[in-house]
């Protein structure tokens, strides 16, 4: 009886899978430095698991036993299917032995000459080191003899690794270059891989905390990234200035990125495909759930049945059906401990991002202030300016707002941040001037086209001011400063529209909408000047606008001196 296929592989060895289509390429392939064949798919009897019968306990044994000794799961699963082959194919298969006390010296011999009749010898000595640990457990364990004892593994000759040449990894970094997301996370892992020559699995297992820098892997200034390697063993490699600036970048454009103010947001800028919207979906999912919820609960409590229970039941559904969805959701991260600890707030505004911060303040308020009264005084605002008492005109307008917001934050999400969170203000302050006509005038007509051109504000003025903060943000202090934006408008959501449900209750509703509406064009006209005034700076004194985060990393760039920022515009010049 042959040999039989591994069970946890492709019947045809890596190797000579690899030789044959190198056999069939171009010339000019081949005369390449590293070739990389294209997989194969695999069909679904080629990782069928073979039947090791009586021998299977001990088998789970060792695993359980390997587990407890720490190693990886890769390893243990190496490790298990190789003994699983051996016992499947060789002992029950062609030696009719049910117990493992009945295997010999010449049981391993004549497996392994079969081993080396069919693959190669590296793949061979594998098998033995696999085979050699699990006996030396087995004779420890039940006291029994070590058929390995006395055997060496199958001679193995030492190649040269293919490497990249010169030309290839030219090409590697031309395709990288730009300033998107996707071309700095690329230059990013292709700068730590070239420096570095850690394996896929310890890149992807980096940890990275910008609010606590202990727990994280990365030290930029100090040029070391630490890495788990097998068996969870830790190591600190270093990496040179180019790499490091380039990590540099990619954390700087991740935290611009609209995935990252939230923990789903990073989840799904882990999880998507290449290609995919992902960050427009996570960017808008919640102003589209608050004009789409607006619409659909107005309609619901005017002409659906139940009125003041459906809407809940509903609601209560769609947390259930999130609850499950989450529990399935594949986990990106690495589950450590501090889970409570990283419960702690952090709070934070670095000293070089406060001008900015200040300037943007207003404009965060404006936005979130108006969404919060939309979405509590603004149907009972429609209902008395209409004189009608259907409550889908206190939907209609939300939907206006928060769907125009929107749109808008999807159309303009590749501008400037500058012209962006400009152009947002000029929009709330017009929006706020007609809604003050339409509330002196008793005219719903004007409170519509004014709530259309707050909507077409909302969106922009948000997505502006954000990222002009975020610009500022050093890597070390962007999760205070997301902490310190979110604070902002959570707080511009609630207390202002909560001190106008009093002052409605003493003043009327009529008074109140005027002088709130009056503060909220006051507010984005404050922003908008804010947004010229530093513009106009910038215009003056552009060596004096670059952030420090754009510092290449290295001991200069802190504190901040003239002999960085020349590093900046001269990178090639950075030392080695």
Known sequence: MGIGPHPYQSTQPQEQRAAGLQATADPAEQSKTMTAPRPRPRSAGQRTQLDAGLLEPLIGSFALHLAAEGKAARTVQGYTSAVHWFAAACLLGQDGKTRWE?????????????????????????????LRQFFKWLAAEEDLPDPMARLRAPKVTVTAVPVFTSVELSALDKACQ?????????????????????????????????????????????????????????????????????????????????????????????????????????????????????????????????PTTLVWWLLLGAFLAAIVLVAVMPEPGTVRPGALASLKPDVSVPRPARVTFARAVPCLVAVWALGGFYLSLGPSLAAQLSGSHNLLWGGVITFLLTGLGAVTASAFRNSSSIAVMLGGCLGLLGGAAVTIAAIATSTPALLLLGTVLAGLGFGPGNLGAYRVI????????????????STVNYLAFGLPALLAGVATSHF??????????????????????????????????????????ELPPGPCTVPPCTRAVHQETEPTKAPK
Do not use: C
Not at 263 to 274: F, H, I, K, V, Y
Not at 470 to 479: D, V
Not at 531 to 542: I, N
């Open 470 to 485: 975020m610009a500022r943000a050093a890597a070390s202090n962007r999760a205070g400063m997301i902490a310190a934006v």
């Open 178 to 306: 730009g300033q998107s997301f996707a071309a700095r996370r690329d230059a990013a892992i292709i700068a730590v891989l070239t420096a570095t020559g850690i394996r896929l699995s310890e890149l992807a297992g980096i940890r990275y905390h910008p609010g606590d820098p202990a727990r994280g892997d990365l030290d930029l200034h100090a040029r070391e990234i630490r890495i788990r390697g097998k068996g969870s063993k830790p190591r600190t490699v270093k990496i040179g200035h180019q790499a490091a600036r380039s990590v540099d970048r990619y954390l700087r454009a991740r935290t611009r990125h609209s995935l990252a103010a939230t923990a789903l947001g990073a989840a799904l800028l882990d999880l998507r495909p290449a290609g995919s919207l992902a960050p427009l979906v996570t960017s808008n999912a919640g102003t589209v759930g608050l004009a789409v919820g607006a619409l659909g609960t107005s309609v619901l409590v005017q002409y659906g049945p139940v």
């Open 102 to 130: 009945q295997v010999e010296t010449h049981d391993i011999q004549r497996w392994m000459t079969q081993l080396l009749h069919r693959y190669s010898g590296a793949y061979a000595s594998i098998q033995f080191r696999a």
């Open 508 to 549: 009327g509703l009529h008074d109140t909408a005027l002088v709130y509406s009056a503060a909220i064009a006051l507010l984005a006209a404050a922003a908008a000047g804010g947004v010229l005034f530093e513009s106009r700076a910038r215009t003056r004194a552009p060596q004096a606008a670059a952030p420090l985060p």
